[in-house]
């Protein structure tokens, strides 16, 4: 298995044309596979049903230009995100007012390129920086996009690593956007990292399910495809936009305190991390709608640094445009997710509901467990509260450690005193 570095991979991989169904999308999976060798690759057919979806046909792009006067005024040789990703084939002579129907701009962000796409609707289109318009001075213009459609295979990776019990956690991030970093392949990059440690693991109790797929159809597509699994998924978390320099955002489940979510916000406070935590829809959407979704319904927290979305904020400066490069993210913001992730997952791990033996408040000092308000005047405060989360059998940790706002870690070595001393039983969650 190939060693993992962060700049190197990125770098690696960015600049491929990852539209949904296509070759660039395919090579950059195939090029995951030296990360993750176990990792399989699942396909579906162009055309094949997934739910009320229909799998695209594989797109490319050969060619594409607009002319203005016999001079050449925009050409995909120049970038990629020139043309819009599923454009369809156009050539000839056109009005400016008819170009300008199919171009593509962002006045908020006139230097970069925006990326645009149309998937299910046939249409063709250009994309162009804003301030470049002033250029289109002519009142006609020649275009060509030489594109093609042929039926194809969507891919999924999944990696599956089984666990004491078959309670599946799902982690997810999508590998399609022509290059571009920060939204998609950052979020592929920490679930790669994740899925490695979690792989030399040999105590597990959750299995862990990664799928690295194209934004939604993917996830429609294995799911779908999948069904079965369904009821083994307990959770699910899903990556993305985790390298630029924007604050934290945990976007929480539809379901809204669960397990998932608690144990996501707990560890934000643990490890002191600035963030913000919005409501499911609030902060961005993505393959965390098909998991959390109609009929499926598995409880998905979503990770990102992205504003928020649902509040009317664009999610950062260069989201979904060609300023969307390497020079944006950094590896420390990434490594920080990942140890996150890694938190996260932890804490779900070592989760129990603890049920006390004995009745009456623990006689702690006899124990040895008395917290001392000198050393620890948080602790000291709230230990006589924790008695009665003890005889309910109803809050494992997480619930104690979110309801009483105590650190995991502390809460977890102080009720492990009590579970040695024969104070408490560990009860499953
Ligand atoms: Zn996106």
Known sequence: MKDFDYEKFIE?????????????????????????????????????????????????????????????????????????????????????????????????????????????????????????????????????????????????????????????IVVMAHLCHPCMVDDGLSGVSVLINVARQIMKKTDNRYSY?????????????????????????????????????????????????????????ICLEEMGLDHRVGKFFEVIGNDEKILNGPGVNVPTISISRSNFWGRGEWPYPQYHASADTPEIISVKRLKEIEGLVMRILEVLEQNYYPSATVKGPIFLSRYGLWVDWRENRELNLKQAEVFYYLHDNQKSLIDIAYELDIPFGIL????????????????KV
């Not at 660039?24 to 396909?43: C, S, V």
């Not at 020139?82 to 171009?103: D, N």
């Open 412 to 427: 977890k070595e102080w009720l492990d005193g009590f579970f040695r001393n024969g104070l408490i039983k560990k009860l």
């Open 209 to 265: 399910r990664f799928l690295i797929i194209p934004e939604t159809i993917g996830t429609i597509a294995y799911l779908s495809q999948n069904e079965h699994l369904i009821d083994k998924m307990e959770f699910g978390i899903f990556l993305e936009m985790l390298g630029h320099d924007g604050r934290l955002s945990l976007q929480n489940s539809r379901q809204g305190a669960t397990l998932i979510d608690r144990a996501a916000k």
């Open 12 to 168: 690696n991989i960015w600049f491929e044309r990852r539209d949904i169904v296509s070759d660039g999308y395919d090579r950059a999976l195939e090029y995951i596979k030296k990360f993750l060798p176990e990792m399989e690759i699942h396909r579906y057919k162009s055309g094949s049903k997934a739910w009320t979806w229909i799998i695209p046909e594989k797109w490319a792009v050969r060619k594409a230009y607009i002319k203005g006067n016999g001079r050449v005024l925009l050409d995909l040789r120049d970038h990629p995100l020139h043309v819009m990703s599923y454009s369809a084939s156009v050539s000839g002579k056109i009005s400016k007012k008819e170009l300008f129907s199919h171009l593509h701009s962002r006045p908020e962000y006139p230097d970069m390129i925006p990326f645009e796409f149309s998937y299910y609707k046939k249409d063709w289109g250009f994309c162009v920086q804003h301030r470049r318009l002033e250029e289109f001075i002519f009142d006609e213009y020649e275009v060509l996009v030489d594109s093609k459609f042929e039926p194809g295979e969507l891919k999924a990776g999944v990696f599956f690593i089984p666990g004491a019990t078959d309670k599946e």
